[in-house]
């Protein structure tokens, strides 16, 4: 699975990884991934700390990827 955002980081390294196109599937929201990978049945790049006891782990790689935070202006 992958996210629709095509500035999303974990979309670009998901991509990279050079899967057969017709075995990627798009979604339109982050929940949406986390509910299709929680329930089994799709697999998917996340980021460590949304490691749940529901997720299993398929193997020990663990890429860096580039990320920003950000924080409302009024803060």
């Known amino acids: 699975m992958i996210n629709n955002d095509e500035h999303c980081p974990l979309r ?8 057969p196109p017709e075995k990627l599937i798009t ?12 329930k089994g049945q ?3 790049l ?6 749940k006891d529901k997720f299993k782990t398929i193997n020990n790689n ?11 202006a009024s803060i």
């Open 27 to 38: 979604v339109d929201s982050l929940s949406q991934l986390l509910n299709l990978v929680e």
């Open 62 to 72: 663990r890429d860096f990827i580039q990320f920003y935070c950000y924080q409302h």
């Open 46 to 51: 996340l980021p460590i700390f949304l490691i």
């Open 12 to 19: 670009a390294k998901t991509l990279d990884c050079s899967y």
């Open 42 to 44: 799709s697999i998917a």
